[in-house]
């Protein structure tokens, strides 16, 4: 792989934080200087690693690698503090935004809030570092749309007419306020609180002259993601329901107009081969209470289960063609540490 941003995607449940973790760390064994980041507030990814816990700045791995692997896990709230202070006309005006009340409480809980900051601290780490890989984690596919669709978004809200009408110093809503919205601000003070309107009132004044910032950014994000820099990885297992997810944002990310690179599905129960599980139930019947019998019925099982995999990936397979399919066994370990993550690259990308 030798894009400089990988972005995994898929369901829960799947491996998708340990994949995108070992694909960070085979790039820093081939020598690369890689960081994965996760926005899903799980430990996974710092369990993945042996770590006690990761923060939003990259993180030093320690390890015997000819590169340098990083980790990091995204703090909403920290990074949209650090897109203020960046588009802020002055101190002034950013100290005054990060104090307001309203806005401490949309920073780390409004809807859509935590997607768009993943997406700028993707890219701040694309604009702003020196990293040959950064491979992100993002939340259960659903969510990750949120990922794909928030720099979109954002730009639309900030061309809107209502935010345009709440921001405009002459008309906007300072102008309302001691105008004809008068009785209707006060109705509304009632049910949520008269702070809440005066702290809303007041964001939006010093947000004033904030956006064009915020929305070439936005732009530039979204040129990003469908750049020819940027793979997108989906992860699955051989269930029904996580292929069916997989395949659900394959549809999108055609939307999109983005090609999925690679399909990696975890789990998968070994092949045996040629053979019929119908004809194994007869041999087993007729080595009934033997040990051959067992084996027979065994067999049987898995050639049913497998076959069952089978079915559930051909479409899927089929609809990200000519997109690899790389297959990754049950394994007899648990990834815990960097030991058993190592082991797992290895089984990921062919390497044992």
């Known amino acids: ?155 639309r809200f900030l061309d809107h007419r209502l935010y345009r009408l709440l921001t405009a110093p002459t008309r906007g809503i300072v102008k309302a306020v001691n105008v004809a919205a008068q009785g209707f601000l006060r109705s509304v003070g009632k049910v949520v609180g008269g702070e809440v309107i005066a702290d809303a009132i007041a964001f939006f004044v010093a947000f004033e002259g904030m956006d064009e910032g915020f929305k070439d950014r936005a732009k530039r994000v979204d040129r990003l993601l469908g750049s020819d820099e940027t793979a997108f990885v989906l992860v699955a297992s051989p269930r029904a329901d996580t292929v069916e ?29 040629a053979g019929n599980p119908l004809a194994d139930r007869k041999r087993a019947e007729t080595f009934a209470g033997t040990t051959l019998g067992n084996l027979y019925t065994a067999l049987a099982d898995l050639r049913t289960v497998a076959q069952g995999e089978a079915e559930h990936l051909a479409d899927l397979s089929e609809r990200i063609a000519p997109a690899p399919v790389q297959r990754v066994p049950l394994l007899p370990f648990e990834v815990c540490d960097l030991d058993t993550l190592t082991r797992f690259g290895d089984v990921l990308l062919g390497s044992r």
């Open 1 to 155: 792989m030798t894009r400089r941003v990988v972005i995994c995607c898929g369901s829960g449940g799947v491996g998708k934080t340990t994949t995108a973790a070992a694909l960070a760390l085979a790039a820093t064994r081939a020598g690369r200087r890689a960081v994965v980041v996760t926005i899903d507030p799980a430990r996974r990814l710092a369990d993945a690693l042996g770590l006690a816990g990761l923060t939003n700045s990259p993180s030093i791995i320690d390890g015997n690698w000819p590169g340098e692997l990083y980790a990091l896990m995204l703090d909403t709230e920290s990074t949209f503090n650090g897109l203020v202070a960046k588009y802020a006309g002055s101190q002034e005006q950013a100290d005054k935004i990060l104090a307001n009340r309203f806005y401490r409480n949309i920073s780390g809980a409004l809807s859509g809030t935590q997607e768009y900051m993943a997406t700028e601290k993707l890219f701040e780490l694309y604009e702003e570092t020196d990293f040959d890989l950064i491979v992100v984690d993002t939340p259960p596919t659903r969510n990750a749309l949120d990922f794909l669709e928030a720099p979109n978004r954002l730009a």
């Open 245 to 273: 997810e997989a395949s659900f944002f394959a549809g999108k990310l055609g939307e999109h107009h983005i090609t999925v690179e690679a399909l990696v599905v975890n789990r998968m129960h070994p092949d045996p081969g």
